[in-house]
């Protein structure tokens, strides 16, 4: 897995300096990232590409001209797709993480979300592979949940996702599960994320309206996922024994109105419009757990973890772009 490269030395001695061709060897390293368009993927495809990894993305429906156009519920593609590019490390970001659009299309949902987590797995033997699940297999009435406590999905997103860990780690003994809370970074669209999605409620300023105040969420930087799962990988090249469940979260605990407050203090905008709802209003669409803080050990005793980065920073660059009024940048960032 390397190759030789052109790296230049300088070489001093007394009374002269020199310098000096040498061809050294590099790793070389291919990874494919499966959900290469979304939030997540492109994160994770980021972060490889910036650290001397040859990435390959796939995606869908919006995969062209920067990704691969792959259908993954074809299994002749899929397979194909594998044994050209032949990656050491396969990130299968691709899902249907929409709890309420699981709901409405189980089957769709399932298909991408299970089926194709296990096609995966049977066509990666030797590949490692980590799939990017959700704290979601937990049910929130007893938190924080370890690596090895029991799963109980509270709905049939939770239940996809823990369906796909089982039928990976059936598959691909020698994979990794990496489950997160609820993601944020940077985003085409603020609602393309469930916190993101808060901002248009937090600028509108004039027109009062309630956010959820009961849940307790750990909102997750996307590109701090992303470079742990980098982490993981090199781990992994050096390290064959590198498998099972593994945790990781943001450390900062809020409710979504709580999330809604700390944007607007990023930006210095008034959030005085902004109600909190402490009671669950009947019909709210899938039913979320209370609170599935995760416990990330795991990762921290083989040093694999990262220091989250501050919501109120991260979330200042993220949505810079979709600021209305430009003109509070310099009481907003200074």
């Given at each position: ?39 997540l993927g492109r994160a ?80 990666t033997a030797g590949i ?77 300023g004039a027109d009062s ?126």
């Open positions: 897995m390397c190759e030789k490269e052109t790296e230049f030395k300088i070489l001093f001695t007394p009374g002269h300096v020199e310098l000096i061709k040498e061809n050294v060897a590099i790793p070389y390293r291919r990874v494919l990232i499966t959900g290469a368009t979304g939030l994770v495809y980021k972060e490889f590409q910036n650290n001397a990894w040859d990435a390959l993305g796939t995606g869908y429906s919006r995969a062209r001209p920067r990704f691969l156009k792959c259908n993954l519920l074809d299994e002749e593609a899929l397979r194909s797709l594998i044994q050209q590019f032949q990656p050491h490390v396969i990130v299968h970001c691709a899902a249907e993480r929409r709890p309420d659009v699981v709901e409405r299309h189980t089957e769709a949902a399932f298909n991408l979300n299970v089926h194709t987590s296990a096609t995966l797995a049977k066509e490692f592979l980590i799939y990017i699940s959700t704290d979601y297999v937990f049910d929130g009435r007893n938190p924080p949940y370890g690596e090895n406590d029991a799963p109980n999905p509270l709905n049939l997103y939770g239940k996809s996702k823990l369906e796909g860990e089982r039928e990976v780690l059936r598959h691909n003994p020698g994979a990794a599960i990496l489950r997160v809370p609820i993601l944020y970074g940077e985003v085409e669209r603020v609602d393309e994320s469930a916190v993101t999605v808060l901002w248009d409620r937090v600028q509108e309206c309630t956010i959820d105040h009961c849940q307790q969420r750990f909102p997750t930087y996307s590109s701090d996922v992303a470079r742990v799962c980098r982490l993981m990988a090199e781990r992994r090249l050096q390290e064959p024994s590198l498998q099972g469940i593994f945790h990781y979260s943001g450390k900062e605990q809020m409710t979504k109105y709580e999330i809604a407050c700390a944007i607007a203090d990023a930006f210095n905008l008034p959030s005085s419009h902004l109600i909190p709802l402490t009671e669950q209003p009947a019909g709210a669409g899938a039913q979320r757990p209370q609170n599935a803080q995760l416990e990330c050990s795991r990762l921290e005793l083989l040093g694999l973890s990262v220091e989250p980065t501050p919501f109120k920073m991260a979330i200042r660059d993220v949505l810079w772009p979709f600021l209305q009024d430009k003109r509070c940048r310099q009481t907003a960032f200074h």
